[in-house]
């Protein structure tokens, strides 16, 4: 599977202000992805980084508040805008495929960020 | 679009029993289910996935049993150990438009006990 990269590990950040998560793959992808774990719950799908092209978003989600970026096939940037504390959570990005060719969905270790 | 529940929320059993963790999706177009295992703070790990056109795959202490017509999928563990203690999330691939994107579960928390 592919090694992802994926920083900050970790952040606290004040309200109102934005944060720019980065996601290194180490192969070329396809298909990547940002997801949301809140604190003890399930991983919901933000968005589809598309490669050259405006990102996909899932319901509830939008462009103004999680802008996204994909310059190239293996690097994204998910940014978190005018942050609440409702946005504290674990932001993951994730892949299908990779180095090994195996079609399955990776993570990166996640981006912790804490709103005060 | 995918909808999928996870069953139970929580699973507490004594080492060396066996562990069932039960899944049901809303999509007919869905055809790739995977397991994932999440340690605490650490990323989600497949542990084991299955594809639509067999009903049951087994990797060591891990099977994974499909039943399309019903819609529902599950994870069983067998002698369980302290270290198979976790978070498991099972999840749902979505058909047409939805291809590549997965739809998870609730989550399982699973205790072990010594």
């Known amino acids: 599977s592919a090694v992802i990269s994926q920083k900050p590990s970790r952040d606290i950040c004040q309200r109102g202000t934005s944060l720019t998560i980065q996601c290194q793959v180490d192969?070329?992808?396809?298909?990547m992805f940002w997801y949301r774990q809140q604190p003890g719950q399930s991983l919901t799908l933000i968005a589809t980084?598309?490669?050259?092209?405006?990102?996909?978003?899932e319901s509830g989600f939008v462009i103004d508040k999680f802008p996204i970026s994909r310059p190239n096939l293996t690097f994204s940037t998910l940014t978190v805008s005018n942050m609440s504390p409702e946005d504290s959570s674990i932001y993951l990005c994730?892949?299908?495929?990779?180095?090994?060719?195996?079609?399955?969905?990776?993570f990166g270790a996640g981006s912790r960020l804490t709103v005060l | 679009g995918e909808n999928v529940e996870q069953h139970p929320s929580t699973l507490s059993v004594q080492e060396g029993d066996s562990a069932v963790i039960k899944c049901t999706y809303s999509?007919?177009?869905?055809?790739?289910f995977p397991w994932y295992k999440q340690e605490l703070g650490k990323r989600p790990q497949l542990i084991i996935d299955?594809?639509?056109?067999?009903g049951e795959k087994k990797d060591q202490r891990i099977a994974v049993t499909l039943n399309k017509t019903a819609k529902h999928f599950s994870l069983h563990i067998t002698e369980t150990q302290p270290e198979d203690s976790a978070v498991y999330f099972c999840?749902?691939?979505?058909?047409?438009?939805?291809?590549?994107?997965?739809?998870f579960g609730q989550g399982t928390i699973l205790t072990v006990h010594p």
């Open positions: 994730s892949v299908r495929g990779g180095s090994t060719g195996a079609n399955v969905l990776t």
């Open positions: 192969s070329q992808v396809t298909m």
């Open positions: 980084a598309n490669q050259g092209s405006e990102a996909t978003y």
């Open positions: 999509d007919s177009a869905s055809n790739y």
């Open positions: 299955i594809r639509s056109n067999v």
């Open positions: 999840a749902a691939e979505g058909g047409g438009t939805s291809y590549g994107k997965l739809t």
